[in-house]
């Protein structure tokens, strides 16, 4: 089944203790992205690869790193995380730049 | 500067009413891309339609029918007879070229009492 994977769903963790989120798809797209829903702001890009070793900043990376060392992965670090990152972050994935993004099914971040 | 704006916060209808949610954009490119997604309460993002900025063909697609209009910088959705499972969050996003910058509106609710 073609699918975008996140782990872990639900995390709660205390400030400044690193953390990072999985993310895998299986469609061999190029393309991936990281972003943040908050409410009433909608969904914010963090970060965007657009293949192996090449990403590059959306509007919100501050606090966040990514790397994409092989095509499938595109794992969410943090490296001291802070109370507002507390959030939902979802993964995504597209074939090409012009479709539609394919997302996973989240994660509730909670610092504490 | 790059923008969506999704002026209804929330609207409210009774099933079988047609409704008409709003996107506005700004861009300063010539070539972009416009898409529509939903979020039921489960949570899931659903992508819903794609348009890119050359082809201002408005489309329908069973009870929903989308509003491209580049002279208002506009791309806006109408559900028609809409249904208590219409109920959700809905999002506008554009996409401009030459990279993967992704800019998602606030998002619509919509309510859709029986």
């Known amino acids: 089944e073609a699918q975008v994977t996140q782990n872990p769903r639900y995390l709660i963790t205390v400030t400044g203790k690193k953390l990072t989120v999985t993310c895998s798809q299986n469609?061999?797209?190029?393309?991936m992205s990281w972003y943040r829903q908050d409410p009433g702001l909608g969904l914010r890009q963090i970060y965007y690869?657009?293949?192996?070793?090449?990403?590059d900043k959306g509007d919100v990376p501050e606090g966040y790193k990514v790397s994409r060392k092989e095509k499938r992965n595109f794992p969410l670090i943090l490296e001291s995380p802070s109370p507002n990152q507390t959030s939902l972050y979802f993964c995504?994935?597209?074939?090409?730049?012009?479709?539609?993004?394919?997302f996973g099914p989240g994660t509730r971040l909670t610092v504490l | 500067a790059q923008k969506v704006t999704q002026a209804q916060t929330e609207i409210s209808v009774v099933e079988k009413e047609d409704v008409t949610l709003d996107c506005v954009y700004e861009?300063?490119?010539?070539?972009?891309?416009l898409f529509w997604y939903k979020q039921p309460p489960s949570g899931e993002l659903v992508f819903l339609i794609r348009?890119?900025?050359?082809?201002?063909q408005n489309e329908i697609s069973g009870r929903y029918s989308w509003n491209f209009q580049k002279s208002t910088s506009s791309f806006n959705f109408t559900i028609t007879a809409s249904q208590v499972v219409d109920s959700a969050v809905y999002f506008c996003?554009?996409?401009?070229?030459?990279?993967?910058?992704?800019?998602f509106g606030a998002g619509t609710r919509l309510f859709v009492k029986a």
């Open positions: 995504a994935s597209s074939l090409r730049e012009y479709n539609e993004q394919f």
């Open positions: 469609m061999n797209h190029e393309y």
């Open positions: 690869s657009m293949n192996v070793e090449v990403t």
């Open positions: 861009t300063r490119d010539t070539t972009y891309y």
């Open positions: 348009r890119n900025s050359f082809d201002e």
């Open positions: 996003a554009l996409r401009y070229t030459g990279g993967f910058k992704t800019i």
